[in-house]
């Protein structure tokens, strides 16, 4: 019965479950407590942990009890489905929003994931060690320039150029929809090359002999052998990217034409991105903008705010907890968080 | 090991919720713009009393700023609230709460009639100027002037292009002053008599000046509200208003300041018949040069452009700016 108190803690815990009577159960997880309460790497780190996880609840909570008044007014559906947001009239409808970060999200994707897993696989697979430390140390150079800085250039270079690449299509001005997803796009291709590199690093050299040593040529031990093995960190890395593009702000604030109640007529219809009249906004520059300012003192449409807020919050949590899911299942080595570090 | 994944996986939601935090801090400071300049709110240990002032959140940030510097420089003790905005500070005027009402609307006979016995004297220490600033290719078109019932029928998409309005044959691209900005306010004001009156439209949106100049400086066809000291006339061009009566009215220094031009209203600190000392000494100050200055830093139109020292000029005129300062406000 008494178990050895240096074995495993696990164990010695399953054993007392197994054995004893109902009352000694309770034995087993206080002791597991107290060995790790004696345990001052388990103790702190738990500590952390539990902080962490607090203060997301806290954070979560608060969201949800201050956005109360708002689902109440509108109802679930009403506010998360509604294409009118009016609030000198008291109307809020956060899905042209939605649609917005979506669509703008999609486009820095399709245009940054290609880019930088290619880059990454030429860093990774190609470059010798010292120009491959001189790229990687750029790109994440390129990681750490402010968002305001690339929404300044946005708007000085960006707009202008996508406004002429328009031309055809009758834009009116530059504050598309694919203005900031391109602007986007220039910001997680840092996030993607280097956390794809990462993860293609994370294969053991001895595949890539192995494959060379079977008469595999460059090319195909790269695509064939390192790209599949590197799967979960590439997944990984690009939904890191997709977390930092829903969550950016004041560089999409600046290009975007934060113009309300723009749904399109028809779901995949290309107006929103080539037609500032049609370009709507995201979650973010909502919350960004001066409204959050004037909603303060008024509970429905601090509620219409925190809500934003709180929609913002599941959906890029939706997304990491969806891409954890994923990379744990497909099991790979290397993966998300080795991609993380 | 499970602690140290769980930990990994809370990574990034943790980072969205510092934003978020952020962003809601940021919400909550909105709420602060009263402010006191005089903390203890009490009499002064060297016997001055304490100057109280009420009144127009426009004209608050200035007199405040005033406050401050009169506080820090002569010791005196001035409290500036903004209960009920400029109808509030008259009010407290009249009831004799305060010395010193701040207004950013003129005095009304409706005024005179609830406090008969009060002798409000309203001096003008500046001037708020909305400007309807146009890219270059539309001035150039032709168009110069617009009157309220044409801003009106652009503004709710009645009139999309601007050979409608004798310009060239472009669509109009209308950049909204995002709500709240006293500038949106005053266009309001102006174009629908009431902010609660405007219509319920949707618009490109552009938060501040910076941003209304380099958006319209940059895109054809394009329209903005503009505070009136950002339109440079090189970049960006600001449109004659003609009035009601069909007078055209260009934004310039001096018909903003005399008030002929629409788009603005006039900020005004009103004493019940002579300013006390006190009142005295924070008006003195306020018409004075750095007075001026506090003015233009709040991005306000000084009285100092009446003498045709242009409104984004850097040295204000200081000699002449104060000379002209010491009118008391037209009776408009």
């Given at each position: 019965m008494s178990a050895a108190p240096g074995g495993s803690v696990e164990a010695g815990g399953s054993i007392e479950v197994g054995t004893a009577s109902p009352r000694a159960w309770l034995v087993g997880p206080r002791r597991r407590l107290g060995g790790a309460r004696r345990d001052p790497l388990r103790w702190m780190s738990f500590a952390s942990c539990a902080l962490a996880a607090a203060f997301l609840a806290g954070l979560l909570g608060l969201l949800l009890v201050q956005s109360l008044p708002v689902w109440r007014h509108e109802g679930i559906a009403g506010y998360l489905l509604g294409g009118r947001w009016f609030y000198r009239a008291d109307t809020f409808g956060v899905l042209p929003m939605i649609y917005g970060t979506a669509v703008v999200s999609a486009v820095a994707l399709v245009l940054a994931v290609p880019l930088g897993v290619g880059a990454a696989v030429f860093a990774s697979e190609v470059l010798p060690p010292r120009p491959r430390l001189a790229l990687k140390t750029a790109v994440e150079l390129l990681a750490g320039v402010p968002s305001v800085v690339y929404g300044l250039l946005g708007v000085l270079l960006l707009r202008p150029w996508i406004y002429r690449l328009l031309g055809p299509f009758d834009p009116l001005s530059g504050d598309t929809l694919l203005t900031g997803g391109v602007l986007l796009a220039v910001m997680v291709l840092p996030t993607v090359t280097t956390f794809s590199e990462d993860a293609l690093r994370g294969v053991p050299a001895a595949q890539r002999r192995a494959a060379r040593g079977l008469g595999l040529s460059r090319a195909a031990t790269a695509l064939r052998v390192v790209l599949p093995q590197a799967l979960p960190g590439l997944v990984a890395a690009i939904l890191l990217a997709l977390g930092r593009a829903l969550g950016e702000t004041i560089a999409v604030f600046l290009v975007i034409g934060r113009r309300d109640n723009q749904l399109p007529e028809?779901?995949?219809?290309a107006e929103p991105l080539v037609r500032s009249t049609h370009a709507g906004q995201t979650l973010t520059t909502k919350l960004g903008g001066s409204e959050t300012f004037l909603a303060w003192g008024d509970p429905l449409h601090w509620a219409a705010i925190a809500g934003l807020g709180l929609v913002l919050l599941a959906l890029v949590g939706g997304v990491t907890m969806v891409g954890a899911v994923l990379v744990r299942r497909s099991g790979?080595?290397?993966?998300f968080h080795a991609a993380r570090r | 090991m499970s602690t140290r994944n769980a930990m990994n996986r809370l990574g990034p939601l943790l980072t969205i919720g510092f934003a978020l935090t952020l962003v809601a801090c940021g919400g909550g400071s909105g709420s602060g713009d009263k402010m006191a300049a005089d903390p203890s709110g009490s009499g002064t240990a060297d016997g001055s009393a304490v100057l109280r002032v009420n009144g127009s959140t426009t004209v608050n940030p200035v007199v405040t700023k005033a406050a401050e510097i009169l506080h820090a420089e002569r010791g005196m003790n001035i409290t500036v609230d903004t209960q009920g905005g400029s109808s509030g500070g008259i009010a407290a005027l009249g009831e004799g709460r305060v010395e010193v009402a701040m207004s950013s609307r003129p005095v009304i006979d409706h005024d005179h009639t609830t406090y008969p016995k009060v002798d409000f004297r309203p001096v003008r220490i500046g001037a708020d100027a909305v400007a309807l600033a146009v890219n270059k290719d539309v001035w150039d078109g032709g168009v110069h002037a617009l009157s309220r019932q044409q801003t009106q029928a652009i503004y709710e998409g009645k009139v999309d292009n601007w050979s409608a309005v004798g310009g060239p044959d472009e669509p109009i691209v209308f950049y909204d002053k995002e709500p709240g900005r006293g500038t949106w306010e005053v266009f309001a004001h102006w174009a629908y008599g009431n902010p609660d009156d405007a219509p319920l439209v949707s618009h490109l949106e552009i938060g501040s000046n910076e941003e209304g100049r380099t958006k319209v400086s940059s895109t054809p066809g394009a329209i903005t509200q503009l505070s009136f000291a950002w339109t440079d006339r090189k970049t960006v061009f600001p449109l004659a208003v003609v009035t009601d009566e069909g007078q055209t009215v260009a934004p310039t220094p001096a018909t903003v300041a005399d008030g002929s031009y629409p788009i603005s209203r006039q900020l005004l600190v009103i004493t019940d018949g002579a300013p006390s000392p006190a009142a005295k000494e924070l008006i003195d100050f306020l018409l004075s040069p750095r007075g001026q200055q506090v003015v233009r830093d709040a991005g306000y139109v000084p009285l100092a452009a009446e003498k045709g020292v242009a409104a984004t000029g850097e040295t204000a005129a200081a000699g002449t700016g104060a000379a002209a300062a010491s009118a008391p406000a037209a009776g408009s």
């Open positions: 028809h779901w995949l219809s790979g080595k290397g993966g | -």
